[in-house]
């Protein structure tokens, strides 16, 4: 560049475009100083922005105390012979099933076709409260199986569902017992069916009352 007085001396020529290149590196370090601030400050308002959502999205993770996956403790859980629909409903006030304990005993181990065999019954109160019962053959369930349980031959309740009530009042370890007759012949729900006499071989018998199911007794007929 020319002066209007004509060119200017070498030295003051260098000196200005010295300061001319200091003022541009000092211009390009200030644009380069806020460009790194301005991304710093970007990415630290993202981490916040991440740390903030993470915060607010834990709590949903969290199942609540009512979920509906878990039990309400305020419903009722079903027992085992209403969820099956097995045995009748235990009237209120009367003994709970987990009071009671069921045996079924033989009369002899062996019978001879056309012998009717006897079942004896004992139901005992293994609790240590006194309590009362029905404990009526309508609700006392006597069945006879195979030997290995998987096939049933007949039930005192299929031909008579209803019987008269029997209530029991039991002490702690008190014991009632029942005597039941087997006519030998087969049975089918409602009484449905021919009843034939049962071919000799092993069976064995088992009693309820309610859901207190007594373990499998054997005996065979011969």
């Known amino acids: 560049m020319l002066e209007p007085n004509g060119p200017l001396p070498p030295e003051i020529y260098w000196r200005r475009r010295a300061a001319a290149i200091g003022a541009l590196v000092i211009a390009l370090a200030l644009v380069i100083w806020g460009a790194f601030a301005l991304l710093k400050g970007g990415g630290d308002h993202k981490a916040d922005a991440k740390a903030a959502t993470s915060s607010s999205a834990a709590p949903t993770n969290k199942p609540a105390a009512s979920s509906s996956g878990a039990p309400d403790a305020s419903s009722p859980k079903p ?79 299929d031909c008579y569902p209803d019987g008269t009530p029997d209530m029991r009042s039991l002490a702690p370890g008190q014991q009632a017992a029942f005597t039941v007759t087997w006519s030998g012949s087969t049975s089918q729900p409602n009484c449905a069916g021919e009843r034939v006499p049962v071919p000799s071989g092993p069976y064995t018998v088992v009693a309820q009352l309610g859901s207190v199911r007594s373990a499998p007794e054997p005996f065979n007929i011969a």
Do not use: H
């Not at 097995?86 to 012998?115: F, H, I, R, W």
């Open 79 to 157: 027992s085992a012979a209403t969820s099956s629909g097995a045995a009748p409903a235990v009237a209120q006030g009367q003994c709970p099933d987990q009071s009671l304990a069921v045996k079924v005993t033989v009369g002899q181990p062996t019978y001879k076709t056309g012998e009717q065999p006897q079942f004896g019954i004992v139901i005992t109160n293994i609790s240590s409260a006194a309590c009362e019962r029905d404990m009526g053959s309508g609700l006392q369930l006597v069945q006879v199986q195979s030997l290995d349980g998987q096939r049933k031959l007949w039930s005192s309740t």
